[in-house]
């Protein structure tokens, strides 16, 4: 079946710097990837949506210079979190659509991010 | 617009029980409703999906039907196992922005005791 690897399961980074956290889809192509954020007992909330080759379009309100997002080919899409800040430690999570199944959309299985 | 609200858990049942898990959702036009689980360690995996009125999607012993006249989508299951433990997310589908794109409710937690 579909499968979406994202890396690292999970990071920990200091005040100021940068994480980047892969996205690939393994044994498909996937057309568009989407990035979520959540944070504890709440919902997904989506952050961008990336099609392969063109820049990503970002919900209303997510800083798009600070959640820099990169989707260069068609199995692998980046998200970097740059001069991160504690308020931006959260659950990140991608999706893939172009697979087979789930009606087009495989998950990863998350990012944990805690920036001290 | 367009949202999706869930029963607030956490849930807590024996081997065995009934489930239900509330889902009502706020939308315009009809989208596709969708249950997903997510076991510990593990990404989102789709349970089922029903994608018109008074379709009933089913997987696994897991039953959903979407109701348009309560804007619902509850999930339930007759006999849930040990094995069932996950959070469970209720989403529907909106084309926005030239792609469709999930809206999830803020997911169940369910724990089975055996």
Avoid at chain 1, 10 to 39: H, N, P
Avoid at chain 1, 84 to 108: L, Q, V
Avoid at chain 2, 48 to 54: F, I, N, S
Wanted: hydrophobic share 30%; net charge neutral; glycine share 10%.
């Amino acid at each position: 079946g579909a499968v979406v690897s994202q890396h690292p399961s999970w990071v920990i980074c200091k005040s100021g710097t940068s994480v980047k956290i892969e996205c690939r889809s393994l044994d498909f192509q996937a057309t568009t990837m989407f990035w979520y954020r959540q944070f504890p007992k709440q919902s997904l909330m989506l952050m961008a949506t990336s099609n392969e080759g063109s820049k990503a379009t970002y919900e209303q309100g997510v800083e798009k210079d600070k959640f820099l997002i990169n989707h260069a080919s068609l199995t692998l899409s980046t998200l970097t979190v740059t001069s991160a800040h504690p308020e931006d430690s959260s659950f990140y999570i991608c999706s893939a659509s172009g697979g087979p199944s789930n009606y087009g959309y495989t998950f990863g299985s998350g990012t944990r991010l805690t920036v001290v | 617009g367009n949202s999706v609200t869930q029963m607030e858990g956490p849930v807590t049942l024996s081997e065995e029980a009934f489930l239900t898990i509330n889902c009502t959702y706020t939308a315009t036009g009809y989208p596709s409703l969708f249950w997903y689980v997510q076991y510990p360690g593990e990404g989102l995996q789709l349970l089922l999906k029903a994608t018109k009125a008074d379709d009933k999607g089913s997987n696994k012993g897991f039953e959903a039907t979407y109701r348009k006249e309560t804007t619902s989508f509850h999930l339930e299951k007759g006999s849930v196992q040990v094995s069932d433990s996950a959070v469970y997310f209720c989403a529907l589908s909106e084309r926005r922005g030239g792609a469709q794109k999930l809206v999830f409710g803020q997911g169940t937690r369910l724990t089975i005791n055996p």
